[in-house]
C-alpha cells in the first residue's frame, strides 16, 4: 500500500504494470468518514488469460464496498485491473484475489465483488465473494447484470 496522502498514479502517466502483484494499489482519505455508504465500480471489460489454454477470458466485475478511513483511488485500481491482461489464473481466482486483496489493503467496513464471466466452452462462470455480513443499514442495490441468456 503506498502512502494514503501522496497518490503515485493520480495527474501522472502510468504504464500497465506487468502483474496482478507488481501493481500498486493508491488509497486516499475517505471524503465522508463516520458515514455509512456504499462505492461502487463496474468493470465491464475485464479480461485475463486461460491458465490452461491461454485464451483470453473476459468478464464484467462489480465491486462494492463501504469505505472506513480510506478509499481506493480509481486509476490505481484501473492500472491493477489492466494487470490481469496478461495473467493466467481461473476466474475463481481472479475474482476472489481482487476483493481479497482491496480488503486486506483498503480495510472498508465491508467488500463484495461479483465476476460475471462470459461464456467460453458454452458455460458461463458467475463467482461472488464478500468480507463478511455488510453493516446494518448499509443500502446495498442489486449489481444489474443479467445472467447470461445467450442469443434468444
Not at 468478464?59 to 463501504?66: C, F, N, P, R, S
Not at 463467482?127 to 445467450?150: A, C, H, M, N, T
Request: glycine fraction near 10%; include cysteine; aromatic fraction near 12%.
Amino acid at each position: 500500500m503506498t502512502d494514503i496522502l501522496k497518490p503515485k498514479f493520480l495527474g501522472a502517466q502510468s504504464a500497465l504494470p506487468q502483474t496482478p502483484e507488481e501493481a500498486q494499489l493508491d488509497y486516499v482519505p475517505n471524503p465522508r468518514p463516520g458515514t455509512l455508504y456504499l462505492a461502487r465500480f463496474a468493470v465491464p471489460e475485464f479480461t485475463s488469460l486461460c491458465p490452461v489454454t491461454a485464451q483470453p477470458d473476459f468478464a464484467h466485475l462489480v465491486i462494492d464496498y463501504a469505505p472506513d478511513a480510506t478509499i481506493v483511488e480509481s486509476k490505481s485500481l484501473k492500472l491493477f485491473l489492466g494487470s490481469f491482461r496478461n495473467h493466467a489464473a481461473f476466474h475463481e481466482d481472479c475474482t476472489v484475489g481482487i476483493g481479497q486483496r482491496l480488503f486486506s489493503e483498503m480495510k472498508p467496513h465491508w467488500l463484495r465483488i461479483g465476476g460475471y464471466w462470459y461464456p467460453r466452452g458454452g458455460i458461463p462462470i458467475d463467482v461472488f465473494w464478500q468480507s463478511g455480513e455488510p453493516p446494518k443499514g448499509l443500502w446495498i442495490p442489486d449489481q444489474g447484470v443479467q445472467p447470461y441468456r445467450g442469443r434468444g
